[in-house]
């Protein structure tokens, strides 16, 4: 009998709480489709639409929207007392006066669709997650009565932010109930869907209205957030045609910061980060053309400068994008973003070439040298643990997603431009410490905008080799991230064996090629190579996909997943992969780039924990 009275007890508990939250999505879609919401309306209901997603996500964990429904939680008596409380909170109209001053009037016109299509996030949000809408309308589908449209009369900002800091208590005392897993998923799936939409975020206005969802999201995506806005801002970033266009508009007139507002004395502030060069004090002393990046002297203190080649035709043009560029670069102060702190740029008076200047790590001595990692490649005393070389590829993988999230493509992935850096003047050995790896090159870096203006790419010896296949010769295709992704790859390739990438594709071209060489020659054993002509290099270049794409004993692939592991070995094939096959106009619409970005972080970051 006992047993019964339990069942009967955990039904009815499942049965008043899918009641309880059917009111609470109620509560939600009345209030974000409610009419006159005035200046704040659009800040106001992107917020209310995350707390309502949030209660969403919550209740598919704990097995809500289930046929039959369920209610997965140790203590259902706390979860229905919070759920009436949220509902009371969103549906009573005279607690809404009473508690927060707010008045609501209920209007003859019933709400017949749950969606609100004129707010870019709502329209982001969907887009990203279209279950949530469906699950919405399954909510709407059952009611029992009609949704009368609601509108609001007195409307105070300060009442608004207690409201919605109300709802947020009950939704975290609702997540506080959820298995710790269930928590850090459904921590992980708002990270991603906030940075989906920040990468989607066509103007400012809206990651102005999305402040208090990113006020919740990991560092990392408020720091893109903050990146864009400022990319955005400086114009550098354009605008999709996608969306509807009206919300942009609306938000602006908001009172809250307009781009045309700030515009002007932006760019005044960007303009004073050109730095004059007679404070520049170079090793060698002079500008040379063969050298992309060294250490100098900026006005007695020590800098990195990182020279750029502009051709006289087109100088008019992209002098003044350098200028936004540094700018653009100043914001990248998050930690998220493992790159050097720029703080302008310069023009050599003789050789004409534009330099940005960045400076060191803050960490180092006065005296410190910086290797790059094509250079520790190929430095014998150096085999740095597993750890290490995790370490490295970490921060690049994270890096590369930060910047593809604020819309910007790097260009130059490849070991030459990341950077590390050692105190003294010691060389390096395997107990160095090389996780505090920056991104450098952002010489041909730009906004992922078809419209942008392009540059060739560099020129330096084996570049090409780090480039995907589609980005070269005179057909090649226009830049994307996934181009960025196939660098990645090649990187990670080169962390794995420790070799640089040259020497990886000759040992398999001469191995099928030259007597000399048999497959029982590994990697590991093997000096550092070069191409013994052009010939041969030119031969690396035309046959590298069929080497990164071998299986079997003896292939790279092979090789690769011995080393570091089918996991490992899974992600670097996915970024080669990626984007290798032309695709129709429908595909590369759908951009998949940032799931597997986040999937190669957060994966790459487990194997570097559990060792």
Known sequence: MAGIGEAASIASFVSLSFQLFDGCIKGFVLLSAAQELGSRGDVFACQLEWEHYCLHKWARSVGLFNDPPELNVS???????????????????????????????????????????????????VKTKPQFINDTAKVYARRNNAWKKIKWGAIDSDRLRLLLKDIRYFNKRLLGVLHPLDQELNCKDGNTVL??????????????????????????????????????LLELIGLPSHGPSATSQRIESTGRVSTTHHKASQLKSAKDLQHSPDLLSLCQGHVSAKVSREVAQYDGNPVIVEWKEVASAVESKLKYRITKVAAFLTEMKSPAFHSLACFGFLKAPRSG??????????????????????????????????????????????????????????????????????????QWNSEDDLSS??????????ADNPLETTEAPSSQLHSELYRHPRSLGQGRAFFNKRFDLYSLGCVLLEVAFWLPLPTILLQRLRTQSDE???????????????????????????????????????????????????????????????????????????????????????????????L
């Open 75 to 125: 203590n259902p008596a706390l979860v229905q007392n919070t759920l009436a409380n949220l509902e009371q909170l969103l549906t009573n109209a005279a607690k809404l006066k009473e508690h927060y001053g707010l008045d609501v009037t209920v209007t003859d016109e019933e709400i017949r669709e749950v969606h609100t299509p004129n707010r870019l996030f709502h329209y982001f949000l």
């Open 353 to 426: 070439r534009y330099a940005y200047l960045f400076s060191p790590p803050k960490s180092l001595s006065p005296t410190f040298s910086m290797w790059s990692l094509t250079e520790l490649l190929c430095l014998a005393s150096q085999r740095p643990s597993l750890n290490s070389r995790l370490g490295i590829a970490v921060a690049l993988a994270e890096t590369v997603l930060q910047l593809h999230t604020t819309g910007w493509l790097h260009k130059g992935i490849r070991a030459d431009n990341i950077l590390v850096f050692k105190s003294g003047t010691e």
């Open 195 to 232: 940075r989906s939409i920040v990468a989607q975020s066509p103007d400012k206005a809206l990651l102005d209205a999305m402040s208090g969802p990113l006020d919740m999201a990991d560092a990392a995506v408020a720091a893109a957030a903050r990146l864009r806005h400022k990319g955005l």
């Open 516 to 610: 000399k060489y048999t497959r029982s020659s590994t990697l590991s054993s093997l000096a550092i190579l070069a191409p013994r002509d052009d010939a041969e290099y030119y031969s690396m270049v035309k046959e590298r996909q069929r080497f990164l794409e071998e299986r079997g004993s003896g292939s790279i692939r092979a090789e690769l997943e011995f080393r570091m592991g089918h996991v490992y070995n899974k992600l670097v094939m996915d970024c080669l992969h990626v984007g290798t096959v032309s695709t129709n106009s429908a595909d590369e619409e759908f951009d998949d780039s940032l799931d597997i970005q986040e999937t190669i972080v957060s994966t790459l970051r487990n194997l570097l924990e559990v």
């Open 437 to 446: 790896a920056y991104l450098g090159g952002y010489e041909y870096a730009r």
